[in-house]
């Protein structure tokens, strides 16, 4: 009995040492987050737009095929895939939506003249309420919405050109025809 006391919290850090292993192995691709509203249904949301602009809801998706990216301006990794974003539309052929998280709305503002403004509309969403819907775990983060509303792909931090070419635009092709 004494051996098993003794044993007892060896093996617990055996095994909290083997989850750690596995959870940082480096070869882990750390955009592969999976996420459990693909295929199902987008949260419902109505969001405010900028300076009393038109605001960004869920109702005015329907029956179109429609990409969301969740920005904000002070994310740097933000900055860098904008300039991809600005080229993006007119490669897709689809409404490009924004979301500014946790931003003030004069920020996003200024973020947006500095650096273009690539979003048919923009909702802000400076509670982080809407984010959380979706399951954002950090900005930028980009979804592609289908004709019914569902979720069907999730893009885990800046988009890249290869991500665009390879995944992106295949899909919403794929989606827009079917």
């Known amino acids: 009995m004494r051996r098993l006391l003794f044993l007892l919290p060896v093996a617990m850090f055996v095994a909290v040492a083997v989850y750690f292993l596995l959870a940082l192995n480096p070869n882990r691709d ?6 459990a509203l693909i295929d199902k249904p987008a949260p419902v949301f109505d969001l405010g737009g900028l300076d009393g602009g038109k605001g960004l809801a869920l109702a005015g998706f329907k029956g179109q095929v429609a990409i969301v990216n969740f920005f904000a ?4 990794p933000c900055r860098d895939e904008h300039p991809l974003l600005m080229g993006l539309e ?4 689809v409404p490009l939506y924004g979301i500014a998280y946790k931003d003030k709305p004069a920020d996003t503002e200024h973020f947006l003249k500095e650096l273009g403004d690539p979003y048919d509309a923009i909702g802000v969403d400076e509670s982080g309420r809407t984010a959380i819907d979706f399951g954002v775990y950090g900005v930028p983060e980009t979804y592609v919405i289908d004709k019914q509303g569902r979720i069907r792909k999730r893009f885990v931090g800046p988009l890249s050109e ?3 070419a390879g995944e992106l635009l295949p899909l919403v092709q794929q989606l827009q025809h079917s």
């Open 30 to 35: 750390p955009t592969l987050v999976p996420s």
């Open 73 to 76: 301006s002070w994310c740097e």
């Open 90 to 93: 007119k490669k897709i052929g």
């Open 162 to 164: 290869s991500a665009i």
